[in-house]
């Protein structure tokens, strides 16, 4: 399998995910879209391993490991910051904040919906991906990956 063919399929399996996932939201199990995903990413790992024109070095992995690690050193401080301000929302209300602070002006007074942590976790999931491919594509640029030896 060509890489261009491989990545076709990625967005065929990424389309597909997001219809199990709507899929899933409509008939309320989370069991469609947790098996869906697993099989989709079985199914990405077995085909990237029949890629024939894989052009990977040293300085690909290096760049591939050093997004990686950046990612995750950014998103955990992302994630723990805004679990700590769902964990204020969540808390806030049970505890009952006095209505006459003024910071407390803004978080809701009815119980949280377990809808905006679905929300939330899309957005964190967003977030995640989005930051690795940042990373991904500054490595690049600094290591040189997308510029030719030939001159």
């Known amino acids: 399998m060509k890489q261009n063919t491989f990545y076709l399929?990625?967005?065929?399996?990424?389309?597909?995910e997001v219809?199990?996932?709507?899929?899933?939201v409509h008939l309320r199990n989370p069991l469609v879209i947790t098996a869906g995903f697993i099989l989709g990413v079985g199914l990405l790992y077995v085909a990237r391993m029949?890629?024939?024109?894989?052009?990977?070095?040293?300085r690909t992995r290096l760049i591939n490991e050093k997004a990686g690690f950046r990612?995750?050193?950014?998103?955990?401080?992302?994630?723990?910051?805004v679990s700590l301000g769902t964990a204020v929302i969540g808390f806030s209300t049970p505890l009952g904040i006095p209505r006459g602070n003024p910071l407390a002006r803004h978080i809701p007074r009815d119980?949280?919906?377990l809808g905006y942590?679905?929300?939330l976790q899309m957005i964190?999931?967003?977030?995640i991906a989005f930051l690795y491919i940042a990373f991904r594509v500054y490595y690049a640029r600094?290591?040189?990956?997308?510029?030719?030896?030939?001159e």
């Open 142 to 150: 600094k290591y040189g990956e997308w510029e030719s030896d030939e």
């Open 124 to 127: 964190l999931l967003c977030c």
């Open 50 to 58: 029949t890629v024939t024109d894989v052009r990977e070095d040293e």
């Open 117 to 119: 942590f679905g929300v």
């Open 71 to 81: 990612t995750l050193e950014v998103f955990w401080v992302i994630f723990f910051a």
């Open 9 to 16: 399929l990625a967005g065929v399996v990424g389309l597909a």
């Open 111 to 113: 119980p949280p919906l």
């Open 19 to 24: 219809g199990l996932f709507l899929l899933s």
